[in-house]
């Protein structure tokens, strides 16, 4: 098995930013491309970003494109997700997610692992 913490969020202004991580434990021998998902009320889940184990091959969703960063440190078995210039409809439910392969991908169910959550919360 493997476990997901997500942490960092938080209630920003808009324009600001906000890091997110996503601690990896367990069984992180069994995962390789990791991604960001997102969840606002009433809406369903949505692909926000991607990247594949070596960190070198990434994906964003048009929507944050230009605004947020994903990157990994694979020591600390840690993702990230670097947000900028924030705005009220990045508000959301952020979740990270493993998948056992190593090429990225935007579909949620190719997922197999995810993490609890953190709310994001941008206020105009």
């Known amino acids: 098995q493997v476990q997901l913490i997500e942490s960092g969020g938080g209630l920003v202004q808009a324009g600001g930013s906000l890091r997110l991580s996503c601690a990896a434990s367990?069984?992180?021998?069994?995962?390789?491309?990791m991604g960001w998902f997102r969840q606002a009320p009433g809406k369903e889940r949505q692909f926000v970003s991607t990247?594949?184990?070596?960190?070198?091959?990434?994906y964003y969703a048009d929507s944050v494109k230009g605004r947020f960063a994903i990157s990994r440190d694979n020591a600390k078995n840690t993702v990230y997700l670097q947000m900028d210039r924030l705005t009220p409809e990045d508000t959301a439910v952020y979740y990270c997610?493993?998948?056992?392969?190593?090429?990225?991908?935007?579909?949620?169910?190719?997922?197999?692992?995810w993490g609890q959550g953190t709310q994001v919360t941008v206020s105009s």
């Open positions: 990247i594949n184990r070596s960190g070198v091959d990434t």
């Open positions: 997610a493993a998948r056992a392969y190593s090429t990225i991908s935007t579909y949620s169910y190719e997922y197999s692992y």
């Open positions: 367990g069984r992180t021998s069994s995962t390789s491309a």
